[in-house]
């Protein structure tokens, strides 16, 4: 989510236009229009006073990425022997190299 878009649906949330939201602000209408644009970049503690004169508190934390790795699957093939291991890459890879032949086949790649 976009700082802009925070402030958007917290402005949103506690039923202010943007020109009751830029009046608790002490500042114009434009500027929260700008605040609340997805392109906006604004500081911290601009978002936190808006934040707080919609009746929010900015809260921050930390945590590790997200990983795109399944540890689970990974854990499962380290408990197979190395031995094993080759074994399925050497006919995972025999399969792979029979679908690209037969694709270099399909495009006229080969005779």
Do not use: W
């Given at each position: ?7 958007r ?12 939201l ?6 114009t209408?434009s500027?929260v229009?700008?605040l609340?644009s ?10 936190e ?26 854990a ?6 190395p031995n094993?291991r ?13 679908l690209?032949?037969?694709?270099a086949r399909?495009?006229?790649?080969l005779?």
């Amino acid at each position: 989510m976009s700082p802009g878009q925070l402030v958007r649906d917290a402005r949103r949330s506690a039923g202010l236009s943007q020109q009751a939201l830029a009046s608790r602000m002490g500042t114009t209408q434009s500027a929260v229009a700008g605040l609340e644009s997805d392109r906006s970049s604004p500081r911290v503690a601009t978002i936190e006073r808006a934040l707080r004169a919609c009746g929010q508190e900015l809260t921050l934390t930390a945590q590790p990425p997200r990983s795109s790795i399944d540890k689970t699957l990974v854990a499962a093939h380290l408990r197979i022997p190395p031995n094993e291991r080759l074994k399925v890459f050497e006919r995972s890879y025999a399969e792979i190299r029979k679908l690209a032949l037969a694709g270099a086949r399909s495009r006229g790649e080969l005779a």
